[in-house]
């Protein structure tokens, strides 16, 4: 037979672990930090979705290696680099400042 004593000690154990479970979802959705992110496509002027590789630089461009040749951002438009204006390649896999 079941005592009140056990029912009582189960029923505080269950209320307990559920109040921790429920104030540690809150703890952790507490912290985190939401950043907002923009995707740019071709339409936007990204030379191409591939993309391969990424920098920014000391001046603050992003640049973007892909397999149609090299896009640099300004944070408003982009600028496309491939052989047509002077690179032997357009596959550029890798960006070093």
Do not use: C
């Amino acid at each position: 037979m079941i005592s009140s004593y056990h029912i009582s000690v189960s029923y505080k154990l269950i209320v307990k672990l559920t109040t921790i479970f429920l104030l540690s979802l809150y703890q952790r959705n507490a912290f985190t930090q939401h950043y907002p992110t923009l995707q740019y496509t071709t339409k936007d002027g990204l030379g191409q979705l591939q993309i391969l590789s990424t920098l920014e630089d000391s001046r603050g461009y992003i640049w973007v290696g892909h397999k149609g040749g090299l896009s640099k951002f300004d944070g408003q438009n982009f600028e496309n680099f491939n052989h047509t204006q002077g690179m032997t390649r357009n596959f550029v896999n890798d960006l070093v400042q």
